[in-house]
């Protein structure tokens, strides 16, 4: 199980097993801070009682340091791990995980309680996967590692399934199989040795308890002020991931996050900072001269690729084992190409994820916040009961317009296809209903690529996830700040971290995100909304501090996304994978989707008719995954480790 996760931490590994209490622990170590034997894991605490295995950095461990050895702790080395694990055995579990700053996921072994307790940071930049095999709970940071185990249960869940073609990624807390799951981030699991219950993930911290006192008690604050409490913050946020015994770096993408993050750097910095981006010869897609324009004012050492469609191509085969499950944000792609660019000259590097999110920058908030106020002009009189009885039943007259499509004698094609575009009418007009008065539920109705996913993935059912329950929202009741929750706790999560996650440690490249420690995220949603969200769009307060340290004419442009031309591809040098893989007879037989509805999507693309690039990434990423860890049942990361 370790062996496969050898791109993880490739400079050292070990094991620790009880078999009286009949466990296991394995890690595999990529060596930041104390590259002595002193920082080998699995570790002992000094009073033996307790094991951890621990994936991540503890930023804040100085200071805990300091404050254990008040408390007459001594230390072997210098490691964050070795003050990780004293804290625990000092402080507890719950108390540890209140005070900490930083990444990670761990296991800790009681060996008095017989526990094994399982925790996963506030953001959830590190993963951890857990589940139930026969008569064995295995756990791991990526499904290669359970994969490995010859108890292993592989089966598809479908309702997980349906939801991964929905939005393009897996949301928590499920996993593509059924007999796993994610641990959601935010919470703690504890497992008895004698796996007589199957407990539930516990929260410690809640962003939707973060962001609905910020929307009860906004700071009274004007932007200057708000800009200087983000300086502060976020340079000491930057300034604690740097600490390293091995070579640092950053992405530089020209954007305003990643931006800030280096000139933060700079500052405190005694040499150039390293920067690294890629850039494509297509203008549509290319941010490299941004990201030069702004190296060279803050004088960075920039490393920078151009890469072609060769070299994303060859990425593509390595998708499925990168990812272990279907995975469709193609951003992946480039996110990649910048990771291996980087590991040519360094260790860890610093990125600017969570900007977004945290302080209002996709151009999907103004859009949707005005459909909102569309909606509830035409549909607040309305209780959200009759809504939503309303939208069931004009859905339900879409998904007979499918079924017509199916049915029927092979003469009466026509009127079939004629009969099935007015009942396809009814669930266009399903989707312009608001099922509840909530911004943030329409915003996370309106990310799904498909709604629902039923008629498409055969035996799904509707299953509840934080885009898919409406009701976990109440808290905040303003509609921008309510969709910047959603994409934090689901989006941000599921599919920005993941992505960057996977594709840097496939690389053995540790990323870390100063925006996302726990001081900044808490500021940012103490903000009013006029500072996060400006007159000119998003990134109010943070474009305000970039400008301290940029001038605004290299970073003021519209948003440009990090991504690859995959719809010019899927037409072009990818067609003959992607026509193998949709395969009308070779779908009918694995029976996870409905071939005839695939073959319609595929060729609407095809002809230009409707763009459906999304879903069909999300089909095809799917598809090759099965062929690689069900139909040819692999357990190593092969080529992209």
């Not at 099935?420 to 909530?438: M, N, T, Y």
């Amino acid at each position: 199980m370790t062996a496969t996760l050898v791109h993880r931490g490739p400079d050292d590994s070990d094991l620790w097993v009880d078999p009286d209490a009949g466990l296991a622990l394995g890690h595999r170590r990529l060596s930041i801070i104390d590259l002595s034997a002193a920082g080998r894991q699995p570790m002992a605490s000094a009073c033996g009682r307790y094991l951890i295995t621990y994936n991540g950095e503890i930023y804040n461990f100085p200071e805990l340091r300091a404050q254990l050895e008040e408390h007459g702790h001594s230390f072997r080395g210098h490691s964050d791990t070795e003050v990780l694990l004293t804290a625990l055995a000092e402080w507890g579990v719950s108390a540890t995980l209140g005070r900490l700053n930083g990444m990670f996921a761990f296991a800790l072994w009681d060996r008095r309680e017989r526990s094994l307790t399982l925790a996963r940071d506030r953001a959830g930049k590190k993963p951890l996967y857990y589940g139930w095999c026969g008569g064995t709970f295995l756990f791991g940071s990526e499904l290669k590692a359970l994969h490995a185990h010859p108890a292993f249960d592989p089966t598809v869940d479908r309702d997980a399934l349906g939801l991964f073609i929905q939005y393009s990624w897996m949301p928590a807390p499920y996993s593509i199989y059924a007999a796993v799951r994610q641990l959601p981030a935010g919470t703690v699991l504890t497992v008895a040795d004698d796996g007589s219950a199957r407990p539930q993930p516990v929260a410690y911290w809640s962003a939707r308890d973060i962001a609905a006192r910020g929307a009860k008690a906004p700071l009274a604050v004007s932007l200057e002020e708000a800009t200087d409490a983000l300086e502060d913050i976020l340079r000491d946020a930057v300034a604690c991931r740097m600490i390293a015994d091995v070579s640092l770096g950053a992405f530089l993408s020209g954007g305003i996050d990643s931006s800030t993050v280096v000139a933060l750097m700079r500052t405190v910095s005694s040499k150039p900072v390293q920067t690294f981006s890629i850039g494509y010869h297509e203008p549509k897609y290319n941010e490299a001269k941004h990201a030069k324009a702004i190296a060279r004012h803050l004088q960075t050492d920039h490393t920078e690729l151009y890469v072609t469609p060769e070299d994303c191509l060859e990425v593509i085969p390595k998708l499925a084992t990168l990812y272990d499950e279907p995975f469709a944000d193609y951003s992946q792609i480039p996110t990649y190409l910048v990771s291996q660019l980087a590991r040519r000259k360094v260790t860890v590097a610093l990125s600017g994820d969570g900007g977004d999110e945290l302080f209002g920058g996709y151009g999907d908030y103004p859009k949707n916040l005005r459909e909102w106020e569309r909606q509830l002009a035409v549909w607040g009189h309305v209780p959200p009961v009759l809504r939503r009885g309303l939208v069931s039943v004009l859905t339900g007259l879409g998904h007979a317009g499918q079924g017509v499509l199916r049915g029927g004698e092979p003469d009466a094609g026509a009127l079939r296809a004629k009969l099935a575009k007015k009942l396809g009418k009814f669930e266009k007009r399903a989707k312009r209903i608001s099922p509840s008065d909530s911004g943030a539920a329409l915003h996370a109705r309106l990310r799904a690529r498909i709604d629902p996913a039923g008629e498409l993935v055969l035996g799904a059912r509707p299953a509840l996830s934080g885009l898919t329950d409406p009701t976990g929202w109440a808290d905040v009741a303003d509609p921008m700040l309510g969709m910047m929750l959603v994409d934090f706790t689901t989006y941000m999560a599921d599919d920005i971290l993941t992505k960057v996650d996977r594709a840097s440690m496939a690389v053995s490249l540790e990323v870390r995100c100063p925006l996302l420690d726990p001081r900044v995220i808490e500021l940012a949603w103490s903000l009013p909304p006029s500072l996060r969200m400006g007159p000119k769009g998003g990134k109010h307060v943070l474009q305000n501090l970039l400008a301290r340290h940029v001038p605004r004419a290299l970073f003021e442009r519209p948003k440009q996304g990090f991504n690859v031309p995959i719809e010019e591809w899927l037409r072009g040098p990818l067609r003959d994978w992607a026509e193998a893989l949709l395969d009308e007879s070779r779908l009918r037989r694995e029976g996870y989707f409905q071939p005839q509805a695939v073959q319609r999507i595929w060729q609407d693309h095809l002809s230009g008719r409707r763009q459906r690039t999304f879903l069909l990434w999300s089909l095809l990423t799917f598809q090759a995954w099965h062929e690689t860890w069900i139909d040819g049942h692999a357990v190593t990361v092969g080529a992209a480790a």
